[in-house]
């Protein structure tokens, strides 16, 4: 095992060392609060680029929140020690599709410049018909 190797898999426990070091295909981590999920991938993550080759911008990681995606890739960045010319996507569900959509949109005919309603947004787009058919 490598310095740099041994230096990734530092402070994790056996299923998190099979999960970093995991060659072949998807992975999903499934555990409760506090169990080091986000440990776990950032490792992943940093493993997989520094050890395994892969480009980062080859790697997708997807997270619950915004929060959660930015301090992966704070960490990912502080574990391989520089900061690379392309990064990991890591993101929540709702910011990698929206960014897939707005790249491909053209491809099924449709302007990359759209607007996505949250439910606040529905439901103000909602009264505001109502007002104008004179309903409620």
Do not use: C
């Amino acid at each position: 095992m490598s310095n740099t190797e041994e230096s990734l898999l530092k402070g994790l426990n056996e299923p998190q060392r099979q999960t970093v070091t995991t060659r072949d295909g998807p992975i999903l981590v499934l555990a409760g609060a506090g169990s080091g999920k986000t440990k776990t991938l950032v490792h992943r993550l940093a493993y997989l680029i520094s050890q395994e080759q892969i480009p980062p911008e080859q790697i997708l990681a997807v997270t619950f929140t915004n929060q959660a995606a930015k301090e992966m890739r704070q960490r990912v960045q502080a574990l391989i020690g520089r900061v690379a010319k392309s990064q990991p996507t890591v993101g929540t569900f709702h910011s990698v599709s929206a960014r897939w959509l707005r790249h491909e949109a053209a491809a099924v005919g449709y302007p990359s410049h759209y607007s996505i309603y949250d439910e606040d947004d529905q439901l103000s787009l909602i009264k505001e018909a109502l007002k104008a058919q004179g309903i409620g």
